[in-house]
């Protein structure tokens, strides 16, 4: 997490894996990095973005996952430091591609052909997701997903 910044001068939380002298002559190159998670597709709701991804991850590895960036900061996705504003993922149990994602209701949903995925609650600590099997979003209909007066409206496999 960047606490502060300025023209010479970075203040981060973090840990060091080996021990480092702190000699101000010596200048030793030093690299900071912010990661974002690959996703497929992304939405915002409760100044949040929301996120999915189903295949592999910026490290190789192969993931089916949902993310939550940090409330009020779209820029960190990996800040869990226990408070109410942190980041947020979690795997998904259902195999297959994502297909789509909206808002609904004041929830956050995410589909795959055959299901959608809800993400409810409000805090980190709280958010839960629960599977309905269904008629998902079509692969390559993702552009077909409306939300219109409380009710979602997509291209699924068997039809609108």
């Known amino acids: 997490m960047v606490y502060d910044a300025g023209d010479n001068y970075i203040v981060v939380a973090g840990m060091l894996s080996a021990q480092v002298d702190c000699v101000p002559s010596v ?63 979690a795997s ?6 994502f297909t789509g994602a909206c808002v609904l209701n004041g929830y956050v949903y995410f589909f795959k052909e055959n299901c959608a995925i809800r993400v409810g609650g409000k805090l980190p600590e709280s958010f839960t997701t629960s599977v309905t099997e269904l008629s998902g979003v079509q692969w390559g209909c993702w552009r077909s997903l409306q939300v219109i007066e409380g009710v979602a409206y997509y291209k699924g496999t068997d039809g609108v």
Do not use: A
């Not at 998904?92 to 591609?97: R, W």
């Open 27 to 89: 200048q030793r190159p030093l690299e900071i990095e912010r990661r974002v998670p690959i996703m497929d597709y992304v939405v915002e709701h409760d100044n949040r973005l929301w996120g999915c991804h189903y295949g592999l991850n910026e490290d190789g590895k192969f993931v089916n996952e949902i993310y939550c960036s940090k409330q009020g900061d779209f820029r960190n996705w990996y800040c869990f430091m226990g408070l109410s504003t942190d980041s947020w993922q």
């Open 92 to 97: 998904v149990g259902v195999d297959g591609l």
